[in-house]
């Protein structure tokens, strides 16, 4: 069963996406423009990123002093992607927008994904120009963000510093007014920023002629000290190069300049660097400082960025999935075609008979299963995911509302479940192919390679973990795990009216009691370091309830469409079904009991003990 065939059936037959045409802003919609949009994204996906994927991972990105250079293949797929409209897809008309559901067009930037995941700063683009959208003025969504959207400029978030990490409440970037009158500026109030932002992916490249940085940086008090903690923070637009109130470039470059490219396992195809921003290296009107203009109110960026590493956090889960996805199907292809050893029999193995195909394998179908179970089971979240988005900003008040807080649940999940289960996928790729598994002959180490950056991408597991046990299903007074226990809960009602679902039904309601009650035991000290000491084993099994949850919607889907007639697909999605309830669901009962117990051995050994 093809990419194509599983995407239309989550799509299409699950979750229903050409019912979004019967909403006002979808009207012009059909099922036919959703497939040509889709059919559009898979060409350019298989004829410009396929093909450049091996490429772009050994022609890593270089600086020649004045430049960074990238292979000509991705700046040919970089224009491909900008010219199908794709960067601005669920935007308005008025604005150079399709106005797509953003279910669809996560669904046709999959494509992308899969066929070479780090070509392009679509996603970083996307996101900032969103985040001015929402928090920008007037003039900076006219000015910025439509540009970005055109894909004229590409967009960045700079947020982590050298000295900092994940820390925010750590950054040191210095942010004062730019003369008098700084806030008469009509791009905003100008303000001159100092420091150096590390880990900024797609800092710097030559694939559009501006750059737009979305910089975390700290406006000094009266005595000029920093206020400590994230409530200092504030949001700066800072553009590699100035521009005027028209979007026209001046011919100035702003104060930002590469200190240098870090050279990663994997994502080699975008670069990822180190900037220095108002060291003096590119003075504008005669003096250092990177001109930036605050976006919001001081004091509140954080807030505001939150807008844009949410979109992300999605955007990295379904990257991460892509990845499994690439690689279980090459692993797939290759169980199908390589001959190895024979089967054993009552007398044991007969080596006067040919070799079968390792597919024939029970092993091997056990790692194939597997993937199909992880990566399947993943996209169905982060689609799932993408419709509460559309229902979010379409739907009916008290909907949109329940989507909202459902996706606050859901977005740690996204980000961290595929990020560590569809990189599990990938190594088992690599498995099945043996020895030539660790080769460069084969891609399914460059998956993997590729692949283990997305655990670390915007916010780790532990920061993901944290945010879920911590923040997530205690928010509104738990609002949003009770929203989403009621939809598990419907679920649980159709399949276990199914004699071949109603087993796992069972399973899936004492999971989802499980994973409730371990959070009243993680809290019942009430001492956050001690309820939060086991928070990554909670999200793990918190995580593994929610793809039983998916797997069993979608099995139930599969039979009822069927009608009683039970297809290839539906078999294969019954057996991926079947495998992760037997063999993944199970691991919860570890994870939970040490988050039950608050089992304190890795906060309490001596560090000398290690």
Not at 381 to 399: F, H, I, M
Not at 591 to 601: A, D, H, I, T
Request: with cysteine.
């Amino acid at each position: 069963m093809s990419y194509r065939d599983t995407l239309d059936f989550l799509l299409y037959d699950w979750l229903h996406a050409e019912r979004l045409n019967e909403r006002q802003r979808f009207a012009d919609h059909s099922r036919e423009t959703f497939d040509a949009v889709l059919d559009t994204c898979e060409r350019i996906a298989r004829e410009k990123y396929a093909p450049a994927n091996r490429t772009v991972d050994v022609e890593e990105p270089h600086f020649d002093g004045e430049k960074v250079i990238l292979p000509r293949a991705t700046h040919e797929a970089h224009a491909a992607f900008v010219e199908s409209g794709m960067m601005a897809a669920a935007q308005d008309y008025d604005i150079g927008g399709m106005q797509l559901p953003y279910t669809v067009q996560a669904a046709a930037n999959s494509f992308f994904a899969m066929a070479s995941v780090s070509i392009g700063s679509n996603m970083l683009t996307s996101g900032n120009a969103n985040l001015l959208m929402v928090h920008g003025t007037e003039m900076q969504k006219q000015v910025f963000a439509l540009n970005e959207f055109s894909g004229r400029w590409a967009g960045t978030m700079c947020l982590s510093e050298p000295q900092a990490g994940s820390s925010l409440s750590d950054v040191a970037t210095r942010a004062v007014p730019d003369g008098e009158g700084f806030e008469n500026d009509p791009l905003g109030p100008r303000y001159r920023l100092k420091g150096n932002k590390m880990w900024i992916s797609a800092g710097d490249h030559e694939l559009t002629e501006n750059i737009v940085h979305i910089v975390l940086a700290k406006i000094p008090d009266a005595e000029g000290k920093l206020i400590p903690g994230v409530k200092g923070i504030s949001l700066f637009i800072v553009p590699k190069k100035m521009v005027d109130t028209e979007g026209r470039l001046t011919g100035e470059r702003n104060d930002v300049a590469l200190a240098g490219l870090n050279h990663k396992l994997g994502w080699r195809g975008t670069t990822n660097t180190l900037l220095n921003f108002g060291e003096g290296k590119y003075p504008v009107d005669g003096k250092a400082g990177a001109v930036g203009y605050l976006v919001g109110k001081p004091g509140q960026g954080l807030a505001c960025m939150f807008h844009m590493m949410n979109e992300a956090r999605i955007g990295v889960g379904t990257a991460a999935v892509m990845l499994g996805m690439a690689g279980y199907h090459a692993s797939l292809d290759y169980a199908k075609n390589r001959p190895q050893g024979r089967p054993v029999g009552p007398a044991g193995k007969d080596a006067t008979r040919p070799q079968v195909r390792i597919i024939e394998h029970a092993d091997v179908r056990r790692m194939l299963l597997a993937q199909k179970a992880y990566c399947e089971g993943a996209l169905a979240l982060q689609l799932y995911c993408a419709r509460l988005v559309d229902e979010q900003k379409t739907g009916r008040p008290e909907a949109a509302d329940d989507a909202r807080l459902l996706l606050e649940v859901l977005t740690p999940i996204a980000k961290s479940w595929p990020s560590e289960w569809c990189l599990e996928a990938n190594s088992l790729a690599i498995q099945i192919h043996g020895g030539y598994g660790y080769t460069r002959d084969f891609p399914v180490e460059q998956y993997w390679r590729d692949n283990r950056l997305n655990m670390i991408h915007e916010g780790t597991h532990g920061i993901q973990a944290a945010d879920l046990l911590g923040r997530k299903v205690l928010m509104e007074g738990g609002k949003g795990l009770q929203l989403l226990g009621a939809r598990v809960q419907e679920t649980i009602a159709r399949a276990a009216a199914r004699p071949e679902l109603a087993g796992f039904a069972d399973a899936l309601g004492q999971a989802f009691g499980r994973v409730t009650a371990a959070i009243q035991a993680a809290w019942s000290t009430g001492n956050p370091a001690e309820a939060l000491v086991n928070a990554v084993p909670y999200m793990q099994a918190f995580g593994h309830m929610v793809l039983a949850w998916m797997w069993l919607d979608v099995a139930d889907k599969a039979i009822e469409k069927d009608n009683g007639a039970t297809s290839v697909s539906t078999t294969g999605r019954l057996g991926a079904a079947t495998y992760f309830f037997r063999y993944e669901l199970p691991k919860i009962g570890a994870w939970l009991n040490v988050v039950e117990s608050r089992e304190p051995v890795c906060a309490d050994l001596p560090e000398d003990a290690f």
